[in-house]
């Protein structure tokens, strides 16, 4: 039987004339030297590096018409809001005309994956003296279709005159345009900048006129700017917060929306690359600012409100845009920098990178385009320039063919064929035929191709197994980085200094308290240890404190000075060891906490104390001797306090009452007179004889009149009288006639509920005042002359040995912070108002109390609660 392990072929060693690098070399070598001396003279020379700087340049035309084709997009939209400004400076009294004219205008430009929405925000009380916030804002639903907006105006909400892109405008003349940063807006929740227009009415300003601009729209135009473009694009607005970036992984796709917002000093921390970029950029932002000082039209003194506002790291940013545009500077677009990347993370090769400016918006444009494209094309240019070289390479190229086709492509065809068919009898047919390195492969190739479906095979499994931990790890990560950012919020928030070292004393994080307090920042600290960053005394008893907390392996609690920029303050700093998952510990953490101020008061306190005591010690025999004495009169005066304070409080109370009193007399008189005077009149007006039917109008009148003295004279019984059961049901009876005239002139209609058999033992000129009382204050405030149904409730109930008397209207009601302002004031003893005044009488005479509720435009309900006397 033979063997059935598979032997490994013999290796023969060849002779070197039939090597095939040997006859391949030699043949390469002559056809070569003629292809490099007749095309190194021509196509190396300077004309390709001049046909490269001409394509450079080219490139850079194609960004200036990139950017020109952007410009007339800004244009339109803001010649869009100038005319919506226009709109509004002319019809700001009417609104109707702006409520169909400003849609159709949004509407009529058609850019809805570009324009989002758009409005007027007047000045308060511009268009209406009555209005605070009266903006007309329109933005596109889901459909693309215009609707309406009013969360702007909302009294509760946060307004929008002290929005970004509404403050600066202000100083922007009339038909210019501020273009906004990047935000989100608040109620629609779309990423967006926007364009605003100021409205000025015989040189006041009144208000801004805006449209939205979506970035996601501003991705679309740079996504169709770029596909003719081998390259990529950033788009930065002027606080070069990104508009559009490319995807790392499709550079065509500008749809990034993680770059959203971020300035572009963020993508220098993750791709070091760039920073000749943001260099380039700060360089810019510089020299506008330098530019914008030489002659500025605003200083400031009156931008001051403005930039107190303002981000201070955005101040002198925003003061250069408003005198900058004053200036109509810069007057078109430019290119402000060129230069070469040596590698380009997105591209994986050198590139060259273009920075344009817009005028107006400020907006930056980088523009990255291979240099390899560039070579490719000045190669072809140059190559065509040497088209008639072809001829001379030609036969060198035919020759180099046929020895190639014979000696090393034939065979390998040969090898090709057997191993995609797999015969392996012809290869090793092959592998016995050919004596140079193409047996050798051949050999190689039936060896390797066994060793090859074991390996496939287990790749197989690995990759996928790979594929499952790669998932796992991923879900893990994005896990991570949210409990990151959760954790970084919640330690940069904190008062308290918070950090974490490593074993061997480096700090690895610190808080911003941590940074703000000893005044370096806290890429300085990553890294140093406390000898570094702190005094040696300090960093000596820092030190001692971390070795206790190592030994122990235990939280540990210290007080230590520590330096700042207001000098030395002692903290008590709690040390705590971090272990991982097998209980080694790896850090030290720290949380330390301000206690050099209470230490002062403490000590400040402690010598008071001290010397206190030993006044106290040397008066301590006086004091007792006189303390029974001290005791006794301070308890008489006690009492006579309270009884001047009630007897004050019963004076003004009295006097309170005199001067509401005279008021009902005055009315009641007044009546009388009037009915007097009418019943007077008719009687001269008989002069010839009385007949029976005039007689009996006289009778009726007089009857009438009569009648209203009776329930008055129910009503008036002296103070000082004997009190009587009163039947309150009639008592309320006889108090709405007398005042029945007041209430029809008013047009209020009465209701009252109470139960017929209720009496109580009180005095008739208390409840007299308590009823004129509440209805003479609802009389002067509940009611609106525009309010066409007045109602007034008049409710009296027992409950628990407590007499309820609540009087209720539908008027206007109360606010909520001036009814707060009214309950607060009753009990408090306060004179200023009716109802205070009427609390303070119920709680000294009649040891009641008084409640109000109400709602606005509702209703007001006042209660009086008096203990039932039977």
């Known amino acids: 039987m033979g063997n059935s392990k598979i032997s490994k072929p013999r290796m023969q060693a060849l002779h070197w004339s039939d090597s095939l690098p040997v006859k391949f070399s030699f043949i390469q070598f002559i056809i070569a030297s003629l292809i490099i ?31 020109a084709k952007l410009q007339q997009t800004t244009s339109k939209i803001e010649s869009l809001a100038v005319s919506i400004a226009s709109l509004g400076e002319i019809y700001r009294h009417d609104s109707q005309v702006l409520e169909k004219s400003i849609p159709a205008l949004l509407d009529k430009n058609g850019k809805y994956d570009l324009i989002s929405g758009g409005g007027i925000w007047p000045e308060p009380g511009s268009f209406d003296e009555t209005k605070q916030l009266d903006s007309l804002f329109w933005a596109r639903n889901k459909a693309l279709e215009l609707e309406r907006v009013d969360d702007y105006n909302r009294l509760n909400g946060p307004g929008y005159h002290s929005e970004s892109w509404y403050k600066p405008t202000r100083f922007y003349p009339s038909g210019t345009t501020f273009w906004s940063e990047t935000y989100i807006d608040p109620f629609t929740n779309e990423a967006m900048l926007t364009a605003s227009v100021p409205m000025w009415v015989e040189h006041q300003f009144v208000g801004v006129s805006t449209v939205d601009v979506t970035l996601l729209g501003l991705g679309h135009f740079f996504h169709q700017a770029m596909n003719d473009n081998h390259g990529y694009m950033y788009a930065l607005d002027h606080s070069n917060r990104v508009l559009a970036a490319p995807k790392k992984d499709n550079r065509n796709n500008i749809f990034d929306k993680r770059a959203f917002f971020k300035p572009f000093a963020s993508f220098t921390a993750n791709n070091p690359v760039f920073e000749p970029i943001n260099g380039k950029l700060i360089e810019l932002d510089a020299k506008l600012i330098e530019e914008s000082q030489e002659n500025p039209a605003y ?64 907006w930056k444009i980088v523009l990255v385009t291979p240099l390899s494209s560039m070579n490719d094309k000045a190669n072809i240019i140059a190559a065509r320039m040497g088209i008639y070289l072809l001829l001379m390479q030609l036969a060198a190229l035919i020759l180099l063919f046929m020895l190639q086709h014979k000696l ?30 193409l047996g050798q492969l051949a050999k190689a190739f039936i060896s390797r191709s066994h060793q090859l479906e074991v390996a496939f095979a287990s790749l197989d499994a690995s990759n996928l197994a790979l594929e499952e931990q ?31 070292k490593d074993i061997d004393g480096s700090y690895i994080l610190v808080n911003d308290r941590f940074c703000e307090v000893i005044g370096i920042e806290r890429h300085s600290i990553i890294g140093t240890k406390d000898s570094q960053i702190f005094p040696a005394h300090i960093a000596e008893l820092i030190l001692k404190h971390d070795n206790i907390t190592l030994k122990t392996q235990s939280p540990q609690s210290f007080e230590q000075p520590i330096p700042s920029v ?74 006579l306090e309270l009884s001047i304070n009630k007897l004050n409080n019963l004076q ?27 019943l007077l009149s008719i009687i001269c007006n008989y002069k010839t004889g009385i007949s029976q039917e005039n007689y009996d109008e006289i009778v009726g009148l007089l009857t009438e009149h009569t009648d209203k003295l009776r329930h008055f004279q ?74 066409k149904i007045k109602v007034l409730s008049i409710e009296v109930e027992l409950q628990d040995d407590n007499l309820i008397i609540t009087v209720e209207d539908n008027g206007q009601g109360i606010a909520d912070d001036k009814l707060a302002a009214l309950n607060s004031q009753l009990g408090s003893n306060a004179y200023s108002g009716t109802l205070p005044s009427l609390d303070a009488w119920v709680r000294s005479e009649l040891n009641g109390t008084l409640e109000v509720k109400s709602a606005l435009n509702t209703f007001t309900r006042v209660i009086c609660t008096l203990p039932f006397e039977r």
């Open 566 to 639: 207001q000098g030395e303050i002692v903290y008590q700093v709690t040390k705590f060891p971090i272990k991982d998952d097998d209980g080694t510990m790896t850090s030290i953490g720290s949380m330390a906490f301000e206690i050099g101020s209470q230490k002062i008061i403490s000590q400040e306190l402690h010598d008071k104390n001290e010397s206190l005591n030993l006044e106290l010690a040397k008066y301590s025999h006086q004091l007792l001797m006189s303390k029974q004495e001290n005791q006794q009169l301070q308890e008489k005066a006690n009492t």
């Open 37 to 67: 001396i007749s095309s190194v003279w021509i196509l190396f020379t300077i004309e390709k590096s001049h046909q490269l700087q001409a394509q450079i340049t080219l490139s850079q035309n194609q960004g200036l018409a990139i950017v």
């Open 652 to 678: 003004r109370v009295e006097v309170k009452n005199h001067e509401l009193f005279p008021q009902l007399f005055a009315t009641l008189i007044k009546q009388h007179t009037q009915e007097q005077d009418k």
């Open 299 to 362: 200083n400031q003194f009156q931008l001051a409100d403005l930039m107190d506002t303002t981000h201070f790291s955005q101040r002198e940013k925003l003061a250069a845009l408003i005198n900058l545009n004053a200036q109509g500077k810069p007057k078109s677009t430019s290119l402000v920098a060129s230069f070469e990347l040596g590698h380009d993370p997105i591209l994986d090769e050198p590139t060259l990178v273009s920075i344009f400016m817009m005028p107006k918006t400020f």
């Open 714 to 787: 129910h009503l008036i019984v002296g103070k000082e009288m004997a009190i009587k059961s009163i039947n309150l049901s009639h008592y309320l009876s006889h108090f709405l006639v007398v005042i029945e005239p007041q209430l029809t002139e008013q047009e209020i209609q009465v209701r009252v509920v109470c139960d017929s058999k209720l009496s109580i033992n009180r005095s008739s000129w208390d409840l007299l005042l308590i009823f004129y009382s509440l209805i003479n204050n609802c009389l002067s405030h509940a009611f609106t002359r525009q309010q």
């Open 470 to 500: 790669l998932t796992v790890q991923r879900i893990a990560q994005t896990e991570l980085k949210l409990r990151k950012k959760q954790l970084n919020s919640l330690l940069n928030s904190s008062q308290n200094l918070i950090s974490i």
């Open 408 to 437: 090393f492509i034939r065979p390998i065809s040969r090898m090709v064929n057997a191993l995609q068919g797999n015969q392996l009898a012809k290869l090793e047919l092959e592998a016995t035929i050919s004596k140079d390195e």
